[in-house]
């Protein structure tokens, strides 16, 4: 008997305010232009001061259960990817558990920057494959505009706030579900991107800071190795691909990426231009727009892949 997680719905939420170009440039030295020659990005969407990375995520994992069918009662598993949680605790996904109205399951978040709902998913299918749930919600969701330097015009033009979720349902010898998952971790660059405070260290939030180019250099070479590795694990090849779904991070990347795996540029899913990159919630986010948009249908070979702070980084290979 093969068990697999197979993906019964998925959906999404992102704030009410949108943010252009424009009004960026009227608060910070940047402009339309640059942001978009090098990123991609013309929009982002903000959250409002009743706006949350825990309502965000339960409003997206609303849709999901109602793009599934499935009743938030039947779900025995939450995992919520972020590095934005509402408190420092409790869990934000046991926020969404109350917000969704189930009394009693498996709840906890996962932190992994940019690609935590890689390692959300990797740990829900994990538990499916293992019989430890049957139905799970893997939510990424994210409030970056809380942690920006709004006056770092290298940082506070690139992020964006949102969430997406996906409902995961064990079934028994099908062809369809998650085929394979690879995970890594890098501690040892952690000046390149990270947060300058927390609960232990500063008793305060913190800002974020990244050194761009850098990142950007080892984001290239080690997606690239991911997206090998995960195929050879999926035993396919390339050109079975239908979709890639990668992590929203800027355009020029997704076009580096696709070039060095040799992938023709209209297999990605590209939404960075209209949600920026909204680190956790980028992949399921976008894998939400081109399933309800028609692109990616039943049976589809499709491949997530998502890089951020740690360094992490990760793929999933699945059949949808
Ligand atoms: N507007 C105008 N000028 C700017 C801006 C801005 N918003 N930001 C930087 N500049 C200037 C710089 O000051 C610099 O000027 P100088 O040459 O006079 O010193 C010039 O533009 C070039 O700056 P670079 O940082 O070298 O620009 P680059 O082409 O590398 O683009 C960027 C920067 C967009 C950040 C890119 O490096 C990138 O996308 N990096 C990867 C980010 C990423 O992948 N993150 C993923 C993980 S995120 C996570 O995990 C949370």
């Not at 991107?193 to 800002?207: A, F, R």
């Not at 761009?212 to 694990?233: K, P, S, T």
């Amino acid at each position: 008997m093969t068990l697999r997680a197979v993906i019964a719905g998925v959906g999404s939420a992102l704030p009410e305010r949108r943010v252009d170009n424009a009004e960026l440039a009227a608060q910070v030295d940047t402009s339309d232009e640059w942001i978009v020659e090098r990123t991609g990005i013309r929009t982002r969407y903000i959250a409002g001061p009743g706006e949350t990375t825990g309502t965000l995520a339960a409003d997206a994992a609303r849709r999901a259960l109602d793009h599934a069918g499935i009743d938030a009662g039947d779900i025995d598993l939450i995992v919520l990817a972020t590095a934005t949680p509402d408190q420092t605790f409790p869990a934000t996904a046991t926020k969404v558990q109350t917000m969704l109205g189930i009394v009693d399951c498996i709840s906890f978040d996962v932190a992994a920057v940019c690609s935590g709902f890689l390692y959300a998913l990797s740990v829900a299918d994990s538990m499916i494959r293992g019989g430890g749930a049957k139905t799970a919600l893997v939510i990424g969701a994210e409030t970056f505009s809380r942690i920006l330097d709004w006056e770092d015009r290298t940082t506070c033009v690139l992020f964006g706030d949102g969430a997406g979720a996906v409902v995961l349902q064990a079934a028994e010898n099908g062809q369809s579900g998650i085929l394979a998952t690879r995970l890594h971790a890098d501690g040892r660059h952690q000046d390149l991107l990270y947060v300058d405070g927390g609960p232990s260290t500063t008793g305060t939030v913190g800002k974020l800071r990244m050194k761009g180019r850098e990142v950007f250099r080892h984001a290239v070479v080690n997606l690239a190795a991911v997206l090998n590795e995960v195929l050879d694990a999926a035993g396919v090849t390339a050109d079975e691909v239908d979709w890639i779904v990668p992590h929203q991070a800027n355009a020029r990347i997704l076009d580096a990426t696709a070039k060095k795996l040799g992938l023709s540029p209209g297999k990605i899913v590209v939404t960075v231009d209209r949600h920026a990159n909204t680190s956790a919630a980028s992949v399921p986010l976008a894998l939400d727009v081109a399933i309800k948009d028609g692109r990616i249908k039943r049976g589809d070979l499709v491949v997530l892949e998502a890089m951020g702070g740690g360094f992490t980084w990760g793929a999933a290979a699945l059949r949808y």
